[in-house]
């Protein structure tokens, strides 16, 4: 059983599988010393939040095979580095945030409160999100 915690205190969740998520690929936004860029944030991801992140130069669209990057598309479920995910929040355009999937070191980065005013339990329909 994990010991990482979520920002709620209990037991980080699980993510997203598919595509497979997180520093580690294991589905979960779990970190440790080599995620020096802190993938903490389980974020539902938009075609608004990607087009930002395309245009600061942190393209998330464009499969990366050699990285085991799929490619992400509105909808998709994915372990988000803390500080992009402030960023994007700083521009208005953070995507919605999955609180029990999300670590609790993302904290040291993003005020609860900004987290917690993005919670979103993931719709059925996700194509709402382009």
């Not at 598309?73 to 992009?84: K, M, N, Q, T």
Request: aromatic share 6%; proline share 9%; net charge negative.
């Amino acid at each position: 059983m994990t010991e990482d915690r979520n920002v709620l205190g209990g037991a980080l969740e699980p993510c997203g599988t598919d595509p497979l998520t997180g520093f580690y690929r294991d589905g979960c936004c779990t970190t440790g010393p080599e995620d020096v860029g802190s993938h903490t944030v389980c974020a539902v991801v938009t075609g608004e939040f990607l087009a930002h992140q395309q245009r600061v130069g942190n393209d998330l669209s464009t499969p990366r095979p050699e990285f085991h990057f799929p490619g992400l598309h509105p909808g998709d479920r994915w372990c988000v580095v803390a500080a992009r995910w402030l960023q994007a929040y700083q521009a208005g355009v953070a995507p919605p945030v999955v609180l029990a999937a999300t670590h609790a070191r993302a904290t040291e980065i993003i005020p609860l409160e900004l987290l917690q005013e993005h919670a979103v339990d993931v719709p059925a329909d996700p194509s709402s999100l382009v």
